[in-house]
């Protein structure tokens, strides 16, 4: 693992050491989306504009309507092994989350839940879309919505 601080605060931002060539040539700063409540690395690229750190890494561009999701809750942790890719949907009382699954700050866990029941809680977002797509296909059979998640190579 490797570490490079923020340029605009004392942050660590975290990589893998096969990351650092992709990263070092660029002044990364720590930065806090407006309705966000997780800091990412952030910096321009010239031709790309404003360029996060967990998507340039994951091979993201403008208009990619995917996500990556830190399954630390840590946005300047952007090693492969933390980053998973997968679809969004915009849940309105909850804001931006994968469909019955979300943070739970209580116990730091991934919670799943499906018709409001609490189902589970888990370390890391690709087993709650496992047991997600398990439990949705058990409860609506084929019509249920599946998860696409994959993790980072």
């Known amino acids: 693992m490797a570490t490079i601080r923020a340029s605009n605060c004392n942050s660590t931002?975290?990589?893998?050491?096969?990351?650092?060539k992709y990263v070092l040539n660029y002044r990364w700063n720590a930065y806090k989306a407006a309705r966000g409540?997780?800091?990412?690395?952030?910096?321009?690229?010239?031709?790309?504009?404003?360029?996060?750190?967990?998507r340039w890494l994951s091979g993201l561009r403008k208009g990619d309507k995917r996500s990556v999701v830190h399954t630390n809750?840590?946005?300047?942790?952007?090693?492969?092994?933390?980053m998973v890719i997968g679809r969004i949907?915009?849940?309105k009382n909850?804001?931006?989350?994968?469909?019955?699954?979300?943070?739970?700050k209580g116990n730091k866990k991934w919670r799943?839940?499906?018709?409001?029941?609490?189902?589970?809680?888990y370390d890391n977002i690709g087993e709650a879309s496992e047991f997600y797509n398990k439990k949705a296909k058990e409860i609506f059979g084929g019509f249920g919505y599946?998860?696409?998640?994959?993790?980072?190579?």
């Open 13 to 20: 931002i975290q990589i893998d050491d096969s990351d650092l």
């Open 37 to 54: 409540r997780i800091t990412y690395a952030q910096a321009f690229i010239p031709g790309f504009g404003a360029v996060l750190l967990h």
């Open 89 to 91: 949907i915009r849940d």
């Open 94 to 104: 909850k804001g931006t989350k994968y469909k019955g699954i979300s943070w739970h």
């Open 112 to 121: 799943v839940r499906i018709q409001g029941k609490d189902l589970g809680y």
């Open 146 to 153: 599946k998860i696409r998640c994959r993790p980072m190579s």
């Open 73 to 82: 809750g840590n946005g300047l942790d952007c090693r492969r092994s933390n």
